[in-house]
């Protein structure tokens, strides 16, 4: 059996769902991409993560192109939940890092909008 290092690792992340009284138990990550390689977003990184200094209107725009992609897609239900997992940025599944956030999944570096940080009030974690 081989063990990665990050996976032995203490993050100090709940990785449980909201709710959930047991740990997930997912294999390592290297593990768990299989899946990738029939996704329909495959080759259109530029979609499904932001450009440095992309204005808010062109987001809702990218996003709004890349939940069409997710919506066709057959594995959209391992990319949602490897992304919640994982605490990913960018759009994965059909879900923005907002959605993301709002559902009780924060990234684990998180670069939270003001207006999202208003919405959620004091749930939402410090930038």
Do not use: N
């Not at 670069?111 to 999202?116: C, E, N």
């Amino acid at each position: 059996m081989v063990v990665f290092v990050s996976d032995t690792i203490d993050t100090g992340v709940d990785r449980r769902s909201p709710g959930s009284e047991s740990d997930v138990d997912l294999p390592p990550r290297w593990m768990q991409q299989g899946w990738m390689e029939f996704g329909a977003c495959r080759g259109r990184t530029e979609l499904f993560f932001p450009p440095a200094g992309e204005r808010p209107q062109q987001r809702a725009e990218r996003e709004a192109e890349a939940h069409c992609v997710c919506a066709e897609c057959i594995v959209s239900p391992e990319c949602r939940s490897y992304a919640r997992y994982h605490r990913e940025h960018g759009f994965w599944g059909g879900e923005s890092e907002e959605e993301r956030l709002l559902a009780g999944y924060p990234p684990l570096h998180p670069i939270v909008p003001r207006s999202v940080r208003r919405r959620m009030g004091s749930k939402a974690p410090a930038a």
